[in-house]
């Protein structure tokens, strides 16, 4: 192995992945380890800029086990899910050659080499915002590209699959579908695209990270727990979700805003309906998700046909989905209006991401979100909700997966293989 | 009609009704009109002492028109609902005489003659406890008697059943089934009584009055939503509950508590998981209620085997069904823990109904309150969320609707006809 003498050489790679929110969404696995699911579920996936995991991965015979740091810290590898993943990556590792640096790893070396794995999340790993999805993808995406393996995506997909299941759909950019596949070892449970990030460019999103003092159920054991006393998630997985997702297919390839809306909405509040079936019944959204969505329900009746779509995943956290620029401009003003941020709170760090909504919403400092009115369609002088949200992030459809060639972006230090 | 002469007398008659609490849930109707619904239901009665509705109706030739006053305010009796009781209550009347105070009914005179009805609860209406079940089953128990209506019981539940869908339960004591029934005319949707009050002594109920700012989508156009638009609606009336009807009707039998906890959580969480999966979505249950399913859920774990069943009717509040009386008093400890008291409110106004388990809990006044130390099932020190509940009511299984002979308690003054 490795170039003669023994050297102490390091190879790196570096790669960006998004997160992604599922508007069909995936709960309860029919395999528990291989994680495939008991129905199709279907994502949108988020800009990178401002929700994504960065990973720097680096192979070195000096390394003595495999390692990784998330976020700062050092964190077990151990689990077997990460194990799983990385078993399935050495098996597939091509030989790889760099005759400037000297280095020789033929595909049999990739089972005795090592691997240190530093990530980096640009948003608060806790707040409930699939970063495990982003994380397992970026992980099993950057150490492919190390490690030379030269499957497609879709094959990659499968391998994040077994990481953590929507960590599939984060292999691409746009509308994603995780096809639940057939087959007893998950050959066939892929993620593909619908559509890249380009189709549907209007969309703008909108997430409400919801201040929360519950402890929450893992979605691993809450989605084990509804499979196994829920009398409604079999009539779901195999009744209402195959006709949901060709529906909402076309809704995606046809740019058809309430189509998506109803579809999205309905899902999310079964996806939930499912959860208080369970025994212990499970709640994931709380008394703030209840009044964001009152807000959105009551601005979509006034209009008539839905400006913005809803989307819970398992936290108090909403998604929300604007048909347009306008639509997301009117509907920050009214979610600035219903809850604005405590006292102590400055407007730059409670509105992040695409800050010029912000600015096309009229709003520039803080006087400006306690001078709003109340929207029209309020009809009482329905309260404001001060400190209920912890932050807004203003997003869109992004890009899937990329590798970032740019060295300096590296989390990894060249010289000593460990975080930088 | 009347005696002869044209003189002014006045029949009267008082009678109580109790309100019931639903352990399978009726949720959905199939017609609007007669109020037919989607599945049975099983209910069980609470003890008329501390839940009630007491009537009083009169009729008297010098009375105009059909009159009610409800809790002292008058209301209108034009409703369609009210209309049909009325209707059916007059087709069956039959001929009455009092030869000592010379009144003399025949069966055609109740087609002309107008009655006066007062109504009185002795909880709040607006609580969300059921007020219309026994107000309605009140209505026409005591117009029943007034009108000399032969029917029995079961005959009569039909005909408050078209007054307010579970007020037919009301019309027996004990545990109650509310048959769906098949025919179109729905003169076979009927309660009929599964065990009297006797049967199940032993259970104690304590309900946790829910502070709530939130306006609650009323339960006639929720159910309706929900069946025009919920996927799981029909699963639930056709597949599941028929099954689990006929396991609580053996749980009840057999005074099985374990059994019955989990068969009314899981009915309890189903209705929520449907009306969460209607669009727009319905949310009846709010943080509070979340945070008593978890008091009890922690602590049944800890037993080991259930001690207490909980229910929500749609809203806020939570029904807790004790397996006895030293479960209801380990409860009560918990439920004062968790959610004391505002300061400026006095004990005897928050726990009211039964309050010798208050008593058997060691708490005579509120420094006991503060004095109680967290549930040894908790394990973090958790928070006391003062205010959270309006108050707490100890009630029990009790008995169905009487006639009240003592004149005393008549609410209408037997000289005018109209409320004392």
């Known amino acids: ?20 929110i599922a ?3 995936y709960w309860g696995k029919r395999d528990e380890d291989l994680i495939l699911p008991i129905n199709d579920s279907i994502s949108v996936t988020l800009d990178p800029d401002h929700l994504c995991t960065t990973t720097s991965v680096a192979v070195s015979p000096s390394f003595t086990h495999d390692r990784m740091w998330l976020n700062g810290k050092e964190v077990s590898l151990s689990g ?43 948003f608060p790993t806790a707040a409930g915002l699939a970063s495990s999805a982003a994380g397992l993808a970026c992980l099993v995406f950057s150490l492919a590209k190390l490690m030379n393996v030269k499957e497609d995506h879709s094959k990659l997909s499968a391998i994040a699959r077994q990481g953590s299941g929507s960590a599939c759909r984060s ?5 994603v579908k995780w096809i639940m596949g057939k087959e007893q070892d998950g050959s066939d449970s892929i993620a593909v695209q619908l559509t890249d990030e380009k189709h549907w460019e209007d969309l ?16 691993t054991s809450g989605m084990r727990e509804t499979v196994e006393t829920s009398e409604l998630i079999k009539h779901r997985a195999q009744e209402v979700v195959p006709i949901r997702t060709i529906k909402m297919e076309e809704a995606i390839a046809k740019r058809d805003f309430p189509a998506f809306a109803r579809l999205a909405c309905a899902d999310s509040n079964q996806f939930h309906a499912v959860c208080l079936d369970t025994l212990p019944l499970i709640f994931y959204m709380n008394d703030t998700s209840h009044k964001i969505i009152s807000c959105v329900e009551k601005w979509n009746r006034h209009e008539g046909l839905p400006q913005v779509a809803y989307t819970f995943d398992a936290g108090p956290n909403a998604v929300l989905i604007s048909h347009n620029r306008k639509a997301a401009t009117l509907l920050l003003q009214r979610l600035l209006y219903y809850f604005p941020p405590q006292s102590d709170t400055d ?12 600015k096309d919403a009229g709003i520039h400092e803080m006087k400006d979100v306690e001078a709003l009115s109340p929207p029209p ?14 932050y807004f992030i203003c997003t869109r459809p992004g890009r899937g997966p990329i590798v970032l060639t740019d060295e300096s972006r590296s989390l990894i230090n060249p010289e000593t293989g460990f975080p930088k």
């Open 80 to 122: 077997g899910r990460y194990q799983n993943c990385l078993r399935e990556l050495r098996s597939r590792a091509s030989d790889f050659e760099d005759e400037k640096k000297g280095i020789k790893i033929t595909k049999k070396d990739w089972e005795k080499l090592h691997v240190h794995v530093v990530s980096y999340n640009n």
């Open 204 to 219: 703008v999103i909108i997430i409400a990270v919801v201040s929360s003092r519950q402890k929450e159920t893992s979605s």
């Open 377 to 390: 369609e309020t009809k009482d002088n329905t309260q404001r909700n001060k400190g209920d949200v912890s």
């Open 171 to 175: 292999l691409y950019g746009g509308f």
């Open 23 to 25: 508007v069909i969404k």
């Open 1 to 20: 192995m490795a170039a003669e003498g023994g050297e102490k050489w390091i190879l790196t790679v570096t790669a960006q992945t998004p997160t992604n």
């Open 347 to 358: 407007l730059d760090s409670y509105v992040i991401g695409d800050k010029t909504i912000l």
